[in-house]
């Protein structure tokens, strides 16, 4: 294993994260929040000094990065970039607690929004905005921005296995003959939808501050709000939508939108994935709409189905904003937002999950399997896109199912011995595990994950990386073979 390699990649993620923290820093000090201000620079202050002494190693010459060395880099990193991202809510004494500031930490960098704030209007601003901030950096990947704007990885071969870790869906493809121009392509499509949802917010009223945290969120699909009520708290009904409809792009694979930029038009929209991802929102929008009707008398229509819509958005691309508690639904209603929990946004989408694809190939595999039964002299193919997919892409969608439901009932095995609702325990980790944030009962849109033992709340962190990283590469962490210098 190239360990210094890996110490020269983790050493320049932790310097990025030191000089993203520089604005929040700023806000602390224009807004004279002194514990705040002594928190980022110490934070800061650690962070570089990390950076520095890791990155002056010398890189030996003759070994490379590999698979092995991009997941423990990727995975590595996270664990690291969550706990040097906790210390400004710890220092400045804003959340007491440090297991609770990396559990809120984590829940942002991985774009979860699970939290243990009871009350987070309360946090200074320059905390809100470093709270909202991890879930812009960490939705399209720490480590892809870090390789768009640094020339650090010795050939695209080696930038490949470190996005490839970091990277959501069942297979990771190039958009541009290098993995480096493909990370700014995929950046430079993030940032204008970013500033794009801004300017939409801002032409409806919202302050700045808001517009800009709220989109972090958005974009993110992280869904931490600056307001207790979420995003109920906007009365209004232009901005409830545009935040509805800026979430469900960002849960579309951006390689969609790279086709789109190309002109190939045909192509992005004969996607498979992009067509079940949006039926499935048309389709469980309509339902619930015609479901939570009746609570709905006073309000009228048109505001169910702009809640259902957006409850829709919300929780099938992993964002987590609420603006109803759909908690107090009807249990047809609260059944398929808990089934759209599971399913998540698409591959290549900022959004977490299972995935759209995984879902298709799991059905295709099915189809073909019975079809097989039928006719076993049969030789067929499982297709995507009509295009043949690769054993390895179909063999790892069924260890992937395998493992995620493994980990689903211990997680949930081990939140029992807390003794809360099955309701809870189950939704919980659900929502930690496919980064969404909200959960049902008391981790429902009304209610926060602060009553969790440490036990718990460590599981539940634990969960929120593997749902982010595609578990494979924190898994890898535990085998000992990963670890050997051959």
Not at 15 to 28: S, T, Y
Not at 233 to 260: E, K, T
Not at 352 to 358: D, H, L, W
Request: proline share 4%; hydrophobic share 50%; aromatic share 12%.
């Amino acid at each position: 294993m190239n360990r210094r390699a890996i110490s020269i990649y983790i050493g320049y993620l932790l310097g990025v994260e030191g000089v993203f923290m520089l604005p929040a820093l700023a806000i602390a000090a224009y807004h004279n929040e002194l514990p705040s201000v002594k928190g980022f620079a110490i934070a800061m202050a650690a962070l570089l000094v990390s950076a520095a002494l890791l990155i002056r190693q010398k890189r030996p010459t003759d070994a490379g990065v590999y698979a092995r060395e991009g997941f423990v880099t990727v995975s590595l990193g996270w664990i690291l970039i969550s706990l040097f991202g906790a210390l400004p809510f710890f220092i400045s004494g804003a959340i007491p607690s440090f297991l609770d500031c990396w559990f809120e930490t984590v829940s942002g960098f991985t774009t979860t929004g699970s939290s243990i704030l009871t009350d987070v209007e309360v946090l200074p601003r320059s905390m809100l905005y470093w709270r909202s901030f991890t879930h812009w950096l960490g939705g399209m990947g720490v480590l892809v921005f870090m390789l768009a704007v640094v020339p650090l990885a010795k050939g695209s071969g080696e930038t490949f296995h470190l996005l490839r870790a970091e990277s959501p869906g069942p297979s990771v493809d190039k958009l541009a003959p290098t993995m480096r121009h493909s990370a700014r392509i995929l950046y430079s499509i993030y940032i204008a939808l970013t500033l794009l949802q801004i300017a939409l917010l801002l032409l409806g009223g919202m302050p700045l501050f808001d517009s800009v945290l709220n989109t972090f969120g958005t974009a993110g699909t992280g869904g931490f709000s600056i307001k207790n009520a979420s995003i109920g708290a906007y009365d209004s009904a232009y901005l409830q939508a545009v935040i509805g409809v800026f979430m469900a792009l960002f849960g579309v694979n951006f390689s969609i939108y790279y086709l789109l930029l190309l002109k190939q038009f045909r192509a992005a929209f004969r996607n498979e994935e992009l067509r079940l991802y949006v039926g499935i929102i048309l389709l469980t929008t309509a339902v619930i709409a015609v479901d939570i009707l009746p609570q709905y008398a006073d309000a009228g229509a048109g505001k169910a189905v702009l809640d259902s819509f957006f409850q829709v958005s919300s929780v099938m691309t992993t964002t987590g904003y609420a603006t109803a508690n759909f908690d107090k639904w009807p249990q047809l209603s609260r059944f398929l937002l808990v089934m759209l929990m599971i399913i998540g946004a698409s591959a290549g989408s900022t959004g977490g999950g299972f995935k759209v694809s995984r879902l298709l190939i799991l059905w295709k595999a099915v189809k073909n399997q019975m079809q097989t039964m039928l006719r076993p002299r049969a030789i067929r193919s499982i297709q995507m896109d009509g295009k043949p997919l690769g054993e390895g892409v179909v063999r790892g969608t069924y260890a992937f199912t395998a493992v995620y439901a493994v980990i689903c009932l211990t997680s949930m095995l081990v939140l029992t011995l807390d003794d809360h609702s099955m309701e809870t325990t189950v939704t919980a980790v659900l929502a930690c595990l496919n980064n969404i944030g909200p959960g049902l009962d008391m981790v429902g849109p009304a209610g926060n994950f602060s009553f969790f033992s440490p036990l718990s709340k460590i599981v539940l962190s634990f969960d929120m990386l593997l749902g982010r990283l595609e578990i494979f590469p924190m898994l890898l962490l535990c085998m000992p073979s990963v670890w050997r210098r051959a």
